[in-house]
C-alpha cells in the first residue's frame, strides 16, 4: 500500500521559537522531519502513521561549535558534517569513524545525528561512541533549556527521555578523550549500507599493566543502545589477561539481551560482541606495552 501526499501535512516555520512554540501548543500531534531518512522510508511503504510533520531543518540546530573544552554538535547536524568535521577527527575519532558508517554518501548528507537518536533504534550507529565519549544531551523547548547525560537518554526500546514538546538541541562532548585508547568495530553484511549485527566503540586507559579507566558502549545487543557498566565494572583495576577476557565475556553474555531477528541471530551476536570485546582489550594491552 502506498501513501498518498494529500493525507499529510508537512510545515515550514523557518525558525526555532516557531517549532517550539508549535510543539508546545499542540504536544504529541506534529512530528519534526529534518533528513527524513527514516520517516520518508515509512512513508513510501505506507507505513507512516504520522501525518503531521513539521520541518526542523534549520540553521540554529545545524552548527558545530567547538571551544576550549568541548565540542556541541547541533542536532540538526548530518553525518557527513560530522565525519568531515576537523574538531571532530582530531578529538572524537571514533565519532567520526561511526558517521562514515551511517547509511551510504546520501544518507550522511541528509541523515542527522539528532533525528538517529531521537528514532532510537538498538541498532544505530552513533550511540555507541556517544557512550564511549560520555556525550551530554542539551534538550530545548519553550519551558527553557536541560542538559542530561546521554547514558539517561534511552528509557526503553524506542522510549526515551525526550518529552513531546522537546527537540534535541545538541550533542555535547567533553574534550577529554584525546590520548585515551578507543577501539571501534561494526558488524554488518555488506562493508557499507548495512544495518548493524554489531556495532562497539570504547575509550580507555592502561595503568602498570591494569585498566585504570574504560567506556564501553554497544550497539544491537539490547532494546536499546547499552553502555557495558557491569563489564567496565569487572575490568577496571584489572590486568587484561586471560582470566580477565573469560570473566568480562561472561558478564558482557549476563548483561546484553540480544534477539533474533532478519539481519541475525541472539547467539551469534552473543559470541560476537564477546569476540569484540576480547579483540579489545587485547588492542589496548598491545598499545600499552
Not at 170 to 178: D, G, M, Q, S, T
Amino acid at each position: 500500500m502506498r501513501s498518498y501526499p494529500a493525507d499529510y501535512d508537512l510545515i515550514v516555520p523557518g525558525q526555532l521559537d516557531s517549532v517550539l512554540q508549535l510543539l508546545h501548543d499542540e504536544a504529541g500531534q506534529w512530528t519534526p522531519i529534518a533528513g527524513g531518512t527514516e520517516i520518508m522510508v515509512l512513508y513510501g511503504a505506507g507505513k507512516l502513521a504520522a501525518r503531521k510533520l513539521v520541518s526542523i531543518s534549520l540553521p540554529d540546530l545545524s552548527q558545530i561549535v567547538e571551544d576550549g573544552d568541548s565540542i556541541s554538535i547541533g542536532g540538526g547536524c548530518s553525518f557527513t558534517q560530522i565525519r568531515h568535521h576537523s574538531g571532530i577527527q582530531k578529538h572524537f575519532p571514533l565519532l567520526a569513524q561511526c558517521a562514515a558508517w551511517t547509511g551510504g554518501i546520501a544518507n550522511q548528507n541528509r541523515g542527522t545525528i539528532g533525528g538517529n537518536l531521537a528514532n532510537a533504534s538498538p541498532a544505530a550507529d552513533s550511540p555507541p561512541a556517544l557512550f564511549a565519549y560520555a556525550a551530554e544531551l542539551e534538550l530545548i523547548s519553550v519551558r527553557g533549556t536541560r542538559r542530561i547525560p546521554y547514558e539517561q537518554f534511552h528509557l526503553g526500546y524506542k522510549k526515551t527521555a525526550l518529552a513531546p514538546d522537546e527537540l534535541i538541541r545538541a550533542v555535547v562532548l567533553p574534550k577529554r578523550f584525546e590520548k585515551a585508547l578507543r577501539y571501534g568495530r561494526k558488524v554488518g553484511s555488506r562493508n557499507a549500507q548495512a544495518i548493524s549485527k554489531i556495532c562497539v566503540a570504547a575509550t580507555g586507559s592502561l595503568r602498570q599493566g591494569r585498566v585504570e579507566e574504560i567506556r564501553i558502549g554497544m550497539g544491537s545487543v539490547a532494546p536499546t543502545p547499552l553502555r557495558l557498566l557491569r563489564t567496565e565494572k569487572v575490568l577496571l583495576g584489572a590486568a587484561p589477561n586471560a582470566a580477565t577476557i573469560a570473566e568480562a565475556r561472561r558478564v558482557l553474555s549476563s548483561e546484553s539481551t540480544p534477539i533474533d531477528d532478519i539481519r541475525s541471530t541472539a547467539s551469534y551476536r552473543t559470541l560476537v560482541a564477546g569476540n569484540l570485546l576480547e579483540e579489545m582489550l587485547r588492542v589496548f594491552a598491545g598499545a600499552s606495552s
